[in-house]
């Protein structure tokens, strides 16, 4: 299995175009878990049931419920991959890095200031089948695969704190793990699309 990279940053940093475009670069897999819940809750299946009441609330899903999806995904790639969204927790990164032994993964970390995620979030838009992020104000279709484009639940004012809390509380010790073992590159996440993705990209 090749080496993997874990894309960590808070909710509304860009984390999920950025690591769609960096996996498309690399020509890797890539598994966002909040695209994978919102596509569960959407069809109703068991993890969708399983996760509606966290999702709801703005809460981070229990790990017993990530842990075991996440694992074996990355157990069935036989080429380099990309987590987006995961790990949220040092009980997540442990757990990854127990089953992926020696070949453990870099992280990369998008920084944006609290206040500018609280502007962007309002303007934030989703399409409903590929999940591509948008801008309102722009179209109403997905530009990629024409599908409608809506505001995620979880991004009203409340939920959105409460993500935002919640990314404070237990993904800063996560971020803090992979420095210490160093294996974080943070990069600067304020600024136009195309100028975080040349940071990321390096
Ligand atoms: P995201 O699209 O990455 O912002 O994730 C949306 C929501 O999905 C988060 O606010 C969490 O409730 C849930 N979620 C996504 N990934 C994880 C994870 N690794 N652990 C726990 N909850 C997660």
Known sequence: MKKGLVFL???????GTQ????????EIACLSTGALL????????????KAK?????????????MVPIVI?????QSEGWLLDGFPRTVHQAEALDRALESNQPQAIVLHVPDDELRKRVIRRLECESC????????????????????TRDDDSPEK??????????????TIQYYCDRGRARIVNGVGSLDDVWRRVRI
Not at 9 to 15: H, I
Request: hydrophobic share 30%; glycine share 10%.
């Open 9 to 15: 940053g808070p909710p509304a940093s860009g984390k």
């Open 72 to 76: 074996e995904w990355v157990s069935n």
């Open 53 to 65: 009441p966290f999702l709801d609330r703005g809460e981070y899903v229990p790990d017993e419920i």
């Open 160 to 173: 959105f704190e409460s993500r935002l809390s919640e990314f404070h509380r237990l993904v800063f010790p």
């Open 38 to 49: 919102r596509s569960a809750l959407s069809v109703g299946s068991p993890l969708g049931e």
């Open 131 to 150: 999940h591509r992020v948008s801008r309102s104000g722009d179209d109403e279709f997905c530009p990629d695969c024409g599908g409608l484009l809506n």
């Open 19 to 26: 690591a769609q475009r960096l996996a498309e670069e690399l």
